[in-house]
C-alpha cells in the first residue's frame, strides 16, 4: 500500500493541456504563436517542441456576433457556421501555460477565443 503523503525529493513542473478552437485559415499562425511562447515542448531527453494534436476535418463552429460585436468572420446578428480546427499540446509550468494563451488570443482572429487550459496529474 502506498501512502498518499509520500513525498518525492524532485518536485516536477506542473502541465498544463491548452485546447483551442481556430478557423482553418489561422491555424498555422496560432500554432506558430504558441510555440513560440513555449508551448508544445516536451520534458525529457527527447527534446521534443511544437508537439500538439490537431483535429482538422469535421469540425464546424457556430456563433451569433450580438449587436455590439465586431466580428471577423459573419455578420452582426446572423448565424454563422465556420470550419474550424481543435487543437492540444502540452504546456509545462504556469507561467507556459500563461504565456501561451496570451500568444492564443494575440494570434488568434477572433474577439473571443474559445480555449481551456486543464491542469495534469502525473500519476
Known sequence: MVSSSTSTSTSKPTKYQL???VPLANLEACKTA??????????????YTEACFTIVHGGVGQFRPGKDANPHI??????????EARVETLCVGEDVAR???????????YEEVAYQVVKMEDF
Open 99 to 109: 504565456r501561451a494563451v496570451a500568444a492564443l488570443k494575440e494570434a488568434h482572429p
Open 74 to 83: 459573419g455578420t452582426v446578428g446572423e448565424l454563422e457556421t465556420v470550419q
Open 34 to 47: 504558441i510555440f513560440a511562447a513555449g508551448a508544445g515542448c516536451y520534458p525529457g531527453s527527447g527534446n
Open 19 to 21: 485546447s483551442f478552437y
